[in-house]
């Protein structure tokens, strides 16, 4: 990765460009040119069964939704407009109570106007996953870029 597109610029568009993935605490842990891993840390408040304190699949998906999307930054080695076409999730089983949630995405297929992922929702051991997603994402979705509208979101706050 060329010192331009790193890490820290993906955390700056989630947290100034995606604003509800900022309030969440949707954390990037690694980017290399195959993918991306983020992470979400567990709070109660995300819980759909406040009994059993399972989290609920929306919060799940908003950092699967997430991390395929950036994953495609890493995979093109640039910055564009994206928006999520379809995206479909497999819930494998329950994610853990008290344990934070990683996902890993990789983008494994780019055309001229659509780009490909995968991604895998897990606690510790990505082997045991919670959830299975493929997508497809639109490119050049908007005019402007990720990081000018993060820019922009931050000269607001």
Do not use: W
Not at 38 to 55: D, H, K, M, T
Not at 66 to 94: E, F, H, S, V
Request: hydrophobic share 40%; charged share 20%.
């Amino acid at each position: 990765m060329s010192a331009e597109f790193d890490i820290s610029q993906i955390q700056n568009i989630i947290d100034h460009g995606i604003p509800h993935c900022a309030e969440i605490g949707v954390k990037v842990h690694d980017m290399d040119a195959d993918g991306v891993t983020f992470s979400l840390p567990y709070q109660e408040r995300f819980a759909g069964n406040p009994i059993s304190g399972v989290l609920h699949g929306g919060i799940i998906t908003t950092l699967i939704d997430t991390a395929a999307g950036m994953c495609i930054y890493a995979r093109l080695q640039k910055y564009m407009p994206i928006a999520t076409l379809d995206l479909r999730i497999d819930y494998l089983k329950p994610a853990t109570p008290g344990e934070d949630v990683f996902t890993r995405a990789t983008c494994y297929r780019v055309t001229k106007q659509i780009a490909f992922t995968r991604a895998i929702a897990y606690h510790s051991d990505p082997d045991d996953p919670i959830a299975n997603s493929v997508g497809t994402f639109m490119l050049k979705s908007s005019k402007g870029t990720p990081l000018n509208e993060a820019a922009a979101q931050r000269g607001k706050s």
